[in-house]
């Protein structure tokens, strides 16, 4: 019996050393700028995370992994664009690897779930992707340690709801994923859209990741003059081809991610004619953007999407900052205040920041064509910009206060005054 | 072995766990609390699947509940960051139980499939509450806490909490383990071999299920409190189907029927997912082996591998032992 004992607690021991031997923190080596990036790697949000990774990693080989003297060194974890899950790898970046900043999310979601944790470590959080408004809008008190390097969800809808009148459009159905993103960009457009006389007269809020929209098309009223999409991930793949299958005549318009050059290769010529609207298009045609694309093309074997671009992006700031400081890490409260001054020329055209350390940029209406671009000798289909707004804040022409005063845009609000 | 040397040697083990864990970093510490937390979802889940014979598909629903209660008061009401916190936990528990009374009405009715759907669908409905019901959940977002209870005590603190979790995870242990032990935990390992028999003897089966139902409930709303304070954060997929799947994988891995099994099973889970995914990228293909090796070859869980190593050294003992499980499988 006892000797049974002594051999279980020998087992237990060792068990125990082999847990305390993996859990030996690492040496920090001097100048050495350590970023941990959040991304799903599976699940269905794989693509949009490989397209994440590739943007950075592109900038940072770019940059030969030498920012101003300080290397580079880049640790991924798969979140699975699960909340929870990204608050635990976080916390592991954080705690085990001893990261100076964490960069990513993919989700409104995520980036509400990241952000609190950023405030209680003292870390530097950069949301590339997710686009909550409320990270620097009515909550960014909360959050001093967030520079946001790629958008507010609504902040490309508030133009877009004017070029929408300008078009002519009356009344308007959306149909949007259902959760703060959708709500957030259904929301801005609508704000926009009816302070300039038209009408939003029925919203369907499709569950994210819904693949059959069998459901939902048939309920869209037929006296609308347009549809508005909002689609993320796989779901932007299904929603114009099940529209067009059930025989739709109307123009369809749509949020940036629902035409995103992550899924545009693979969609069908159904989605010729549509307009979106974004910070970024593949189709920009500008030399700074014309380079980008060749080149992440070459290496990747496809068109960037906005998901790669804003990563890119997002380092090359961080290299910018980086000069500035001599390749020292300045701390994060000083690495904040040197970000959130930077004057940029990106890919998507120029960058700064507001007040809020959201990015003041253009905004870009784009118009899905098949056609030639940068020498590729293939009919594609391509982002082609027909309507630039330049330099637009997350208020758009709203006054600042005004705008804050109002709540966050959520399935409710604005109120749907003309849905029946 | 005697029953009080696997006594002693759970004791021995956990006191081991309080000595060495605060001394790892700072990250083994979290995953180690968060372990514990879902080791009582995983008991709980075991009083059922383990003992009573009722394969439940929705204890995910009793961790959400008790997680977006804690949640809700902390955000709304600024309720339970000090002293309260103690009722809070008394409500987590209370509002599991009652959320389990109210779905046991449905779900003790079925047996086996049609329970394990008719817990599933309850489960789903809270999920569909807490993802849909914007104003009280925050729908999608989730709710992020304000931060850790404060009472003289800082549970902020990562070690103050894990003790504070272990705390818990000793007391459900010892009370679980003296209620299977009691006569009325007899009964529901009596159900669990042959329910006709023991209503042929005089048991109200259904009445028994029942309040097994209920008390798995309130040890799964007990997780759901102390797990919203681990994360820090309380979001819709903290109460999707995977959860109640985990806890299910977590007790058949473990050993159903062992109580220690389920938070064996929940450790092991918990480091093959969130630590062994930080190390390689092929870490899914290691849980998904796992599970299928051990359903395979270890039918009685990682609490089994004693017992058939014994069997292993001393093959004179094999032929006894079958006859045992015949005569079980036959009664």
């Not at chain 1, 859990?23 to 269905?44: H, K």
Request: with cysteine.
């Amino acid at each position: 019996m006892t000797a049974k004992l002594i051999r279980r607690a020998m087992l237990l021991a060792s068990c125990l050393a082999f847990g305390m031997q993996l859990a030996v923190p690492q040496d920090v080596a001097a100048e050495e700028l350590r970023i941990g990036f959040i991304a799903p790697m599976t699940g269905p949000f794989a693509q949009v995370g490989k397209d994440m990774v590739n943007g950075f990693e592109m900038y940072t080989e770019e940059a030969k992994n030498d920012f101003a003297g300080a290397s580079i060194k880049f640790i991924l974890e798969d979140d699975q664009a699960k909340p929870p899950t990204s608050v635990l790898k976080a916390e592991k970046l954080i705690r085990q690897d001893k990261v100076h900043m964490l960069i990513g999310g993919v989700l409104a979601s995520t980036g509400y779930a990241l952000a609190p944790v950023s405030t209680r470590e003292k870390v530097v959080y950069l949301p590339s992707v997710p686009a909550a408004d409320d990270l620097t809008q009515r909550e960014s008190a909360k959050y001093p340690y967030i520079v946001r390097t790629g958008w507010t969800s609504s902040q490309p809808s508030h133009p877009f709801g004017e070029w929408a009148c300008e078009q002519g459009y009356k009344k308007i159905v959306t149909v949007a994923a259902d959760y703060a993103f959708g709500h957030e960009v259904v929301g801005g457009f609508q704000k926009a859209f009816e302070d300039c006389g038209g009408k939003i007269i029925q919203k369907i809020w499709p569950p994210l990741n819904t693949i059959d929209y069998g459901p939902y098309i048939p309920t869209i009223k037929q006296d609308a003059d347009a549809i508005l999409s909002l689609m993320v991930g796989q779901m932007a793949l299904q929603f114009p081809k099940q529209l067009a299958a059930a025989g739709n005549k109307k123009p369809v318009i749509g949020g940036g991610t629902s035409y995103d050059e992550f899924a545009l290769p693979s969609m069908g010529d159904e989605v010729i004619g549509h307009v979106s609207a974004l910070q970024y298009s593949a189709a920009l045609d500008t030399p700074k953007n014309a380079a980008f694309v060749k080149k992440y093309r070459e290496k990747y074997g496809k068109v960037p999407s906005y998901f790669s671009e804003t990563n890119y992006t997002t380092a090359q700031m961080i290299h910018e900052v980086m000069k500035k400081t001599g390749g020292k890490w300045p701390g994060s409260d000083e690495f904040v205040k040197q970000m959130a001054s930077l004057k940029l020329d990106t890919p998507r055209g120029p960058v700064s920041f507001d007040e809020f350390r959201n990015p003041i940029q253009n905004i870009y209406i784009k118009k899905v064509e098949k056609k030639k671009m940068f020498g590729y000798d293939k009919d594609e289909l391509w982002n082609t910009v027909i309507k630039t707004y330049t330099n637009v804040g997350q208020f758009g022409k709203y006054g600042k206060d005004e705008f804050l005063k109002q709540p966050v845009y959520s399935r409710d609000f604005p109120p749907c005054k003309y849905c029946e | 072995m005697t029953g009080r040397s696997k006594v002693l040697i759970v004791a021995a083990a956990l006191v081991a766990l309080a000595a060495v864990i605060p001394h790892t970093n700072s990250f083994v510490i979290l995953l180690v609390t968060r372990a514990l937390v879902l080791a009582i979802l995983a008991m709980s889940l075991d009083l059922l699947l383990g003992f009573t014979g009722l394969p439940s598909l929705g204890q995910a629903a009793y961790l959400g509940v008790g997680a977006y209660l804690t949640a809700i008061l902390a955000t709304k009401y600024q309720f339970g960051l000090g002293l309260d916190f103690w009722l809070v936990v008394v409500l987590g528990i209370a509002l599991g139980a009652a959320t389990a009374a109210f779905f046991g009405l449905f779900a003790i009715r079925a047996g086996g499939v049609y329970f394990l759907m008719i817990t599933l669908a309850l489960g789903q409905c809270v999920w569909g509450l807490a993802y849909r019901w914007n104003s009280l959940t925050g729908g999608d977002n989730g709710l992020n806490l304000p931060g850790r209870p404060e009472f003289g005590i800082k549970l902020a603190d990562d070690i103050t909490y894990f003790y504070l979790v272990l705390g818990f995870f000793v007391a459900s242990l010892l009370s679980l383990y003296v209620l299977v032990r009691s006569p009325f935990g007899r009964s529901l390992e009596g159900i669990r071999e042959r329910e006709v028999r023991m209503r042929i003897l005089g048991y109200n089966t259904s009445l028994h299920k029942y309040i097994a139902f209920v008390i798995a409930g309130g040890f799964g709303g007990l997780a759901g409190v102390l797990w919203a304070h681990a994360n820090g954060h309380v979001s819709p997929e903290d109460v999707v189907l995977t959860t109640s799947v985990d806890a299910l994988l977590m007790v058949v891995l473990g050993g159903s029927g062992t109580l220690v099994g389920g938070a064996i099973g929940a450790g092991v889970v918990l480091f093959l997912r969130e630590y062994l995914s930080t190390l390689v990228p092929w870490w899914q293909y290691v849980l998904g082996g796992v599970y299928v090796l051990i359903i395979l070859y270890l039918p009685g869980g990682l609490m089994s591998i004693p017992a058939r190593l014994r069997q292993w050294l001393t093959p004179a003992a094999r032929p006894k032992q079958e006859l045992g499980l015949r005569a079980t499988a036959e009664a």
